[in-house]
Every structure is written in structure tokens, then in C-alpha cells.
T-cell receptor
Framework: DTEVTQTPKHLVMGMTNKKSLKCEQH?????MYWYKQKAKKPPELMFV???????INESVPSRFSPECPNSSLLNLHLHALQPEDSALYLC????????????FGAGTRLSVL | ELKVEQNPLFLSMQEGKNYTIYCNYS?????LYWYRQDPGKSLESLFV?????AVKQEGRLMASLDTKARLSTLHITAAVHDLSATYFC??????????FGAGTRLTVKP
């Protein structure tokens, strides 16, 4: 099973809302990732958690706040977003060793009004 | 700074034809990945290449890696419509920090 599950699939929020994106994997992977992908562009790395610790933070604005409650779950808390934050948000996981292939979830399509 | 460049960015080809997508990267890296993305969908892992001269094949797709030239190729043999998608190469800047090329949008026409 190489499944990474993301919820919700679609999200519309206003600029004053607080919402959270969720990601779950049961492959025993110890690294989990958040990416942002704008239309017709490649994914851009936002955050990496390795063994439940934040290991990479790509200078993402503080209105995005990641959280890794345990090795299977990854959240992305959203607050006071801007319309330009509208994008597809992808979660991925990998085993953090060997081939370290990242397996991606289906994504959350976020629209900020 | 790691740069990953793909070309072409757009590729329209007829069924049955062969073509190659190129991926150049600017610094040494342990791994080179190829992913496929269908419109509105997530990314699917195709290949990971680890060493110089590595070649991997799956169906009509074959990927190769030349670490000295910092070049990977994705060769498409006898294209079919089902191969229409965007193909990304990606390189680890450091472990777990994967950087993508811009993507090649492939359209296979009957």
C-alpha cells in the first residue's frame, strides 16, 4: 500500500478564516512533506518533517503553520491567507533511507477569496 | 544554488513516434527522480536513478543518468495517447530536499 491520504480534497476559505489541511500515511515512512503547486508549475517544497521533527522550512510565511502530531500524521494550519495562496497543496511521505522515493497524496485544492 | 532544467517544456507528438525529454541539473546529487502528473491529479513516481550509467525501463518509458554530464533522459518509444501527461524530473539538493524541473507537458496525438 503506497497511499497518502489528504483531506479535504477541496477547500474555499476567506482571508480571515482559520482552517487545517490533513495528511495521513500508514507505510511506516519517517519523512513527510508539504508542497505548494500553482497551475502549470512544478511543486515547490514548503516543509519537511523527519522523525517528527521539522527539518526543512523553506522560508514559508508564518500564516502557514505545520504540525506533525505523530509519525503517521501531518497537518498544515492556515490563518489569514491571501488570494495568491490559492493553489494545490500536496503532501508526500518517504522512508528517509534507501531510494527515498516520495509518494504523493491527491492534494487539497485551496481557493482563498 | 541547485537548478534543474528540462527541455522541451512542451512536446506534441504523434502516436507511434519516439522522442526524448532532457533534464540537466547544476550540482552533484545522489538521486534523480522522474514523476508523471496527469491534469488535476497528483504525482506518480516513475523512476529513481542512483548511479552513473543507470538505466531503468518500464513499458514504453526508459530513463538514464549520466552523473558526469549531470544529465538524465526520459525516452519515449512508440508513444500512445495514454502517455499524455506532464513529466517532471527532480533532484535532491540535500537528502529530503527535492527540487523539480519545470516539467514537460506531453501531448500524444492519434
Amino acid at each position: 500500500d503506497t497511499e497518502v491520504t489528504q483531506t479535504p480534497k477541496h477547500l474555499v476559505m476567506g482571508m480571515t478564516n482559520k482552517k487545517s489541511l490533513k495528511c495521513e500515511q500508514h507505510m511506516g515512512h519517517r519523512a513527510m512533506y508539504w508542497y505548494k503547486q500553482k497551475a502549470k508549475k512544478p511543486p515547490e517544497l514548503m516543509f519537511v518533517y523527519s522523525y517528527e521533527k521539522l527539518s526543512i522550512n523553506e522560508s514559508v510565511p508564518s500564516r502557514f503553520s505545520p504540525e506533525c502530531p505523530n509519525s503517521s500524521l501531518l497537518n498544515l494550519h492556515l490563518h489569514a491567507l491571501q488570494p495568491e495562496d490559492s493553489a494545490l497543496y500536496l503532501c508526500a511521505s518517504s522512508d528517509d533511507r534507501g531510494l527515498n522515493i516520495q509518494y504523493f497524496g491527491a492534494g487539497t485544492r485551496l481557493s482563498v477569496l | 544554488e541547485l537548478k534543474v532544467e528540462q527541455n522541451p517544456l512542451f512536446l506534441s507528438m504523434q502516436e507511434g513516434k519516439n522522442y526524448t525529454i532532457y533534464c540537466n541539473y547544476s550540482t552533484t546529487s545522489d538521486r534523480l527522480y522522474w514523476y508523471r502528473q496527469d491534469p488535476g491529479k497528483s504525482l506518480e513516481s516513475l523512476f529513481v536513478l542512483l548511479s552513473n550509467g543507470a538505466v531503468k525501463q518500464e513499458g514504453r518509458l526508459m530513463a538514464s543518468l549520466d552523473t558526469k554530464a549531470r544529465l538524465s533522459t526520459l525516452h519515449i518509444t512508440a508513444a500512445v495517447h495514454d502517455l499524455s501527461a506532464t513529466y517532471f524530473c527532480a533532484v535532491d539538493r540535500v537528502p529530503n530536499d527535492m527540487r523539480f524541473g519545470a516539467g514537460t507537458r506531453l501531448t500524444v496525438k492519434p
